[in-house]
Structures are given as structure tokens and as C-alpha cells.
């Protein structure tokens, strides 16, 4: 299937993978660019030297396109945008902030960059400072969300810009891939459905608590605090919601999910510890490997779509 996105980034089918803090590493961004799709490393809070790291590992591992996620709040952003250039790596996502300062020196490295926007006013300003594409993102995803929902989020961005979009949040499935594509998305970013993957290096105990999720199994938290983040319920997000109703400073709210993400995607605590995930968790039923998670997605959303 052929869309804007597959021939700007040279992948066979228009289906990226999210850049999750500590999910998407090496493994998981090789098997998705192996399965025609486009993985992605997720720089997260981690040092340079680590991203360079990833990068070179999932170049011994696949010759295909991949691309890394920067969180522009992290302390070492200015050395991970170096290294992305150095490594020559061809595709960069931005969250968490402006990436107007790097962008000459991505263009002139030939990167594309497709900045995650969660409004029509963010993503006209990445259009302005060059982005190649934009991810318009939903406030059904997992981890750091925004306030407008996917469906009414993907068609407003598609309508506002020139460069195309990608669909993201909410989406595991064909029905999902084929619905944003009719709302004007020229491609989908999924992260909850690559969580569980075989080739995902996330603990088995988070696995099984997506895996088991129901509809209405996640939590935002932090929205007093104007960085809401969406989980699956479990000890900490009730317990952060409670601080929140009480009024607790953000100190207090930081130190009950320091290090939370880390300690449920390596350790498997799923009771203390940020089981990130999207809405569409419930969905999401079974483990597979990141090429049949590709392949039946592209099957149902291609039969829906009467492309085949």
C-alpha cells in the first residue's frame, strides 16, 4: 500500500511504531523495520552515548529505514541530535517541545523530521519550521497525552497542513488503521499494540496487564499538574489521583512515580510501578510477533478500505 508516508520514508507499509521510553529500544524498532514498517528507538530520559548505542545495534540487525524519538525535555537533547545526525540515522519524532533549533542541521543530514503534535495551532508551527510530517496524536494514547481525541484531532490537522499526517492514538487494528486513513491520515503510529509484541523486551507481567485490560482499565493522571499521562489503573494511580484530589504540591506527586516506567517495563511491577498504555488496550488480545501484527492490521484495514 502506497501513501505519502511510505514514499517520503521509503517503508512498505504505512504503520510506525511509537517511541516509547524504555519499550522501544533496539529488538523491538528492528522487528518492526524488518515487517515493512517503521520502528523507532525511544530516546526517553536516556543519556546520548546509550541512544548511539541503539542506534548501531539496530543497524547490525536490519538495512531498512528506522527512525529515533527525541524527548526535547531531555538533559543531553542537543547531544542526542548531534548523535542522530553522526549515526545517520534518516528519521526523527519529537515530543516535548520545539525542534526548531536542530532542524537546518537535520535538514542538511537529509533527516526527515515529523514532530508529535496534539493540536492544530502546534502543528501548523511544525509545518512553519519545516517538519516533513506530523504525528497527530490523541489523548487515547498511553503515556504523556493531550486533550482532543483522535477522531476529531487527525481530520482538523489534515485540513490545517500541507505536509502529511500520521494517525496516533486509539489504533490496534485493521477497523482503527482504515478509519484514520479515512479521516485524512496518510499513515498510523501504534505503541499499546507493539507493547506486547514477541520481539517487545517488556516484562511479562506488563504484557499480561494490557493483555487483560478492558475498556475502561486506564487513568489519567497528572492533570492538575498539566502534564497528564495515561495509565492502566493499579496502587499508584489511585493513590496519585487521591494526592491530586487533596491538593498535593507537584514535589510530592513527582516522588510517588519517580522511576515508575523503568520498574514496570524491566522488573515487571505493575502494582507500584507506570504501566503506560492507550485506551485501546482492551483490544488488544494476544501476543504476536511485529510482522503478523503488521500483516493482519494491513489485511482487515485493506479489505475495509476496498483496496483489496
Not at 493499579?234 to 510517588?256: C, F, Q, V
Amino acid at each position: 500500500m502506497k501513501t505519502k508516508i511510505t514514499e517520503l520514508l521509503g517503508i512498505e507499509y504505512p504503520i510506525i511504531q511509537g517511541g516509547m521510553a524504555w519499550v522501544a529500544e533496539y529488538h523491538l524498532a528492528a522487528a518492526v523495520s524488518e515487517a515493512g514498517g517503521l520502528g523507532i528507538i525511544g530516546a526517553g530520559g536516556a543519556p546520548a552515548s546509550f541512544v548511539r548505542e541503539q542506534i548501531q545495534k539496530v543497524k547490525e540487525i536490519t538495512k531498512k529505514p528506522f527512525g529515533v524519538n527525541i524527548m526535547l525535555m531531555n538533559p543531553e537533547a542537543d547531544q542526542i541530535a548531534q548523535v542522530v545526525v553522526e549515526e545517520g540515522v534518516k528519521v526523527v519524532t519529537t515530543g516535548a517541545g520545539n525542534p526548531g533549533k536542530y532542524m537546518a542541521m537535520w535538514k542538511e543530514a537529509g533527516i526527515k523530521v515529523i514532530p508529535v503534535v496534539a493540536s492544530v495551532a502546534l502543528a501548523k508551527m511544525m509545518e512553519r519550521a519545516g517538519a516533513d510530517a506530523v504525528v497527530a496524536e490523541g489523548m487515547e494514547s498511553g503515556g504523556h497525552i493531550g486533550e482532543a481525541t483522535t477522531m476529531t484531532l487527525v481530520p482538523q490537522v489534515a485540513d490545517a497542513v500541507t505536509v502529511p499526517v500520521i494517525a496516533a492514538g486509539g489504533i490496534a487494528d485493521g477497523r482503527g488503521f482504515a478509519a484514520a486513513m479515512m479521516l485524512g491520515a496518510q499513515a498510523v503510529q501504534m505503541g499499546t499494540r507493539f507493547v506486547v509484541a514477541s520481539e517487545s523486551i517488556v516484562h511479562e507481567n506488563y504484557k499480561q496487564k494490557v493483555i487483560a485490560a478492558k475498556d475502561i482499565d486506564t487513568a489519567v493522571t497528572g492533570r492538575s499538574t498539566g502534564h497528564p499521562i495515561r495509565c492502566i489503573r493499579n496502587k499508584t494511580t489511585r493513590e496519585y489521583l487521591k494526592l491530586e484530589k487533596e491538593g498535593a504540591t507537584l514535589e510530592e506527586l513527582e516522588k510517588l512515580t519517580l522511576g515508575g516506567l523503568r520498574r514496570a517495563v524491566l522488573e515487571g511491577d505493575v502494582v507500584e510501578g507506570s504501566v503506560m498504555a492507550g485506551q485501546i488496550a482492551g483490544l488488544v488480545k494476544k501476543e504476536q510477533t511485529c510482522a503478523e501484527i503488521i500483516q493482519e492490521i494491513m489485511t482487515q484495514g485493506e479489505k475495509l478500505l476496498k483496496l483489496r
